[in-house]
């Protein structure tokens, strides 16, 4: 059974600083991981995706990185800003015959001023 | 152009009532997803649907629970007879279809609350 973990659940740091999100999963079979946002009151909104075939993705300050055979993906937030301030989800879909996707719990990100 | 939306936002019902959550799909979206997510976890996978046609309810909890679509755009997740334990955030997501590079775009979810 798939499991996925995240550590931390909780992160605080000050405005410009770099940091990375980690996200492991039990079985390495996966076909792809997301990485989503979710704000208070939202719904949840995708970051990025990467596909099994691929290492990373990138969006503006986002990059995530993903080691299938080691069941690890980061996210990876260059020069962190206030409004990044959100709770980062990752989820993998196990097979392409399921939509289904298996979510960490998340790590709550607080930046300050 | 609009985005999934649910609703009722908010539900506070009693123990031993049956409960509807409608979910309202992005126009043209194919997949319609229903998680349920506990304070302070991620969402958790309860069905899913293409077109009208229940895919996949592996992720429903017991028999209490059901959930349809019946002309292949809104969908209803149904519980009867709630019990306490059923509080938690009901979240609802589409796809365009269930391909590799089609997301899932979440809506606000319903937060239900079984007293």
């Known amino acids: 059974k798939q499991e996925v973990t995240q550590i931390p659940a909780a992160l605080s740091v000050p405005e410009g600083e770099n940091l990375v999100l980690n996200c492991s999963f039990t079985d390495s079979a996966i076909y792809n991981l997301q990485w989503f946002r979710q704000d208070p009151g939202k719904g949840l909104t995708s970051l990025l995706l990467?596909?099994?075939?691929?290492r990373e993705q990138t969006s503006g300050r986002l990059n995530a990185s993903l080691d299938k055979s080691s069941g690890r993906s980061t996210l990876y937030i260059a020069a962190s800003q206030p409004g990044d301030s959100a709770t980062y989800l990752c989820a993998v879909r196990s097979s392409s015959n399921t939509g289904k996707l298996i979510f960490g719990q998340g790590t709550t990100l607080q930046v300050k001023p | 152009g609009a985005g999934v939306s649910q609703s009722p936002r908010y539900k506070v019902t009693k123990r031993g009532q049956d409960v509807a959550l409608r979910c309202d799909p992005i126009s043209g979206h194919v997949s319609l997803y229903w998680y349920r997510q506990a304070l302070g976890q991620g969402p958790e996978f309860l069905t899913y649907?293409?077109?009208?046609?229940?895919?996949?309810k592996s992720g429903l909890p017991n028999d209490r629970f059901s959930a349809e679509r019946p002309e292949g755009s809104i969908s209803t997740l149904t519980i009867q007879r709630t019990e306490q334990r059923d509080s938690a955030m009901y979240r609802c997501?589409?796809?365009?279809?269930?391909?590799?590079?089609?997301?899932?775009?979440f809506g606000p979810g319903t937060r239900l609350t079984v007293l």
């Open positions: 649907f293409n077109y009208e046609a229940q895919q996949d």
């Open positions: 997501a589409s796809s365009f279809q269930q391909g590799a590079w089609d997301t899932q775009y």
């Open positions: 990467i596909q099994s075939s691929q």
